[in-house]
């Protein structure tokens, strides 16, 4: 078989390499978003194909295989994930992603004879194995295979410490010598640094924390490309790396906290541990049947969704207790907070698989001076996003983070598992005050409940 | 390709990169991870050169593994941004009501604000 001219090939990949950028620059608005995917997915076709026909391999019935593997492995998982379940998916596919780039650069080191190149097959295999491990601990806390809140231990800095410590002195060591066996002890200690990185974080910071583990996959990618001498590499790595690293900062800003804050604030003993404790001071709890006489006699109703919805799967229930509501002339609205549940959007795409028309969906912006008008503003499994010490409390820890005006509701309802603090640890204020009702249980079974007695009335 | 042209594309590329995602809603910040995420499964293409110049089993062997593991990251990165993006159909500003979701009291609450 002959191959392509080298020109050609380099051609190609500028191609792919332009696809990679517009299919970015595509899902920034959501009318281009799913043309932009599709650009990308092609520009990735090309420049896979390219490969096949630019480069003498051997094996390549091998590769085949492989890859026809970790397709109908993929694809079919991809299709049918449950929208809740999306978050920790992504966490696992960018881990995957990791974890074939700190092989490439693994078996490329005997082939490195430059220093140069050994420093960036060193660097491919701390940060490969870092996004690997880590993102495999934020799948374990997505998934809920173990705790959500922060794990922190004593002396987990200095456990830390010494990792980073020894991974440097171990790479070095692999940039001076090329030891082979030095590599695969930076390749486990990589995979503890990850680890250790991850722990500390607290449930609702994971979603951030999967998007920095994805700029780091995008720079040891890049780095993997050095090592390789191949330009798309460097340059599809970089742009992830890069608009990584800016999407990151974006999501931390957009809940009111820093980078910074999330990766080392349990180790502080700082704002994302929060507290567990549960306040004994009195609220007004009550039960399904007074809830739907509020609910169904009210004019204009507007639903909080969050996580606690996502989590018990009654967004179904909720478009039926929406549908029945309307059906009595109570006009219904969702107002989604951008950062309600565990990923941003994740309310949107929630209750669009329940069928809520999207012109019921509010965003914020718009819904914010309606609540005035409301007279039920109906929390079901939120907290964070409607608790006024964002506005008031100076030193919380989503201090600054714009919130749902829930408060200016005539009544406000909150359908709660229990009277623990949201993600952030904090107690809401609004729970105490006296047009607040609570009516505790797991969100689904409330609403079932609620349903049923609006039906009655 | 001599280190100081690949320098200067890992430079440009960096600005492009932090461009080209430095104005987006919220409610993007998710599939936009996500297909950033499908972008860097392009690590198969160094698997498979690495894959298909390999000698020796054991070789062969984990560059095979890191085919497997960068296939599913492409594949179902963008696989499971288009899932998401399904969503956000119904979004599209200034697309009529599907027919069956009119409702009575928005107009009428409408009314009463005039």
Known sequence: ?457 | MDGISLLTITVLAVFVGFEVVSKVSSTLHTPLMSGANAIHGIILVGAIIVAGQATHPWVLAVALLAVVLATANLVGGFVVTDRMLEMFRGRKPGKPAPPGVTRGKTKESTEAKR
């Open chain 1, 1 to 457: 078989m002959t191959l392509l001219d080298p020109n050609v090939t380099a051609l190609l990949y500028l191609a792919a390499a332009v696809f990679f950028i517009l299919a970015l620059k595509g899902l920034n608005s959501p009318r281009t978003a799913r043309r932009g995917n599709l650009i990308g997915a092609f520009g990735a076709l090309v420049a896979v194909v390219t490969v096949f026909f630019s480069t003498r391999l051997d094996n390549v019935p091998l590769i085949l295989g492989a890859i026809a593997v970790g397709s109908g492995v993929a694809a079919p998982v991809a299709r049918r994930v449950k929208m809740t379940q999306m978050p920790q998916l992504v966490a696992l596919f960018n881990g995957v992603g990791g974890g074939a780039a700190a092989l490439v650069a693994l078996l490329e080191l005997p082939h490195a004879e430059d220093a140069w190149v050994r420093v960036a097959v060193v660097f491919t295999l701390l940060v490969g194995a870092v996004s690997f491990a880590g993102s495999a601990v934020t799948f374990a806390k997505l998934q809920e295979l173990m705790t959500t809140r922060p794990v922190v231990f004593p002396g987990l800095p200095v456990l830390m410490g010494a990792v980073l410590l020894a991974a440097v002195g171990a790479a070095a060591a692999v940039v001076l010598g090329g030891s082979l066996v030095l590599a695969l002890l930076l390749l486990l200690l990589g995979l503890a640094a990850g680890v250790l990185l991850v722990l500390p974080v607290g449930g609702a910071d994971v979603p951030i924390v999967i998007s920095l583990l994805n700029a780091f996959t995008g720079l040891a990618v890049a780095a993997s490309g050095l090592v390789l001498g191949n330009v798309l590499l460097v340059v599809a790595g970089t742009l992830v790396g890069a608009s990584g690293t800016i999407l990151t900062r974006a999501m931390a800003a957009a809940m009111g906290r820093s980078v910074a804050g999330i990766l080392f604030g349990a180790f502080r003993g700082g704002s994302t541990a929060g507290s567990t404790a549960v306040s004994d001071r009195p609220v007004r709890s009550s039960s399904p049947e007074d809830v739907a006489v509020l609910l169904g006699y009210a004019q204009r109703v507007i639903i909080v969704p969050g996580y606690g919805l996502a989590v018990a799967q009654g967004q179904h229930t909720a478009a039926e207790l929406a549908q029945a509501l309307e059906s009595r002339g109570t006009r219904v609205d969702f107002a989604i907070h951008p950062v309600a549940g565990r990923m941003p959007g994740h309310m949107n795409v929630l209750l669009a698989e329940a069928n809520v028309p999207y012109e019921s969906l509010k965003e914020m912006g718009e819904i914010n001076s309606e609540f005035r008008t409301a007279d039920v503003a109906l929390v079901v499994g939120a907290n964070d996003v409607v608790n006024p010490a964002a506005k008031t409390t100076a030193g919380s820890p989503i201090y600054g983070m714009p919130i749902l005006e829930v408060a200016d509701a005539r009544q406000v309802v909150f359908l709660k598992r229990s009277m623990r603090p949201g993600f952030a640890g904090i107690e809401n204020d609004l729970m105490f005050e006296p047009q607040t009702t609570l009516l505790f249980g797991d969100a689904k079974e409330s609403l079932t409940k609620v349903l049923g007695a609006v039906k009655a009335l």
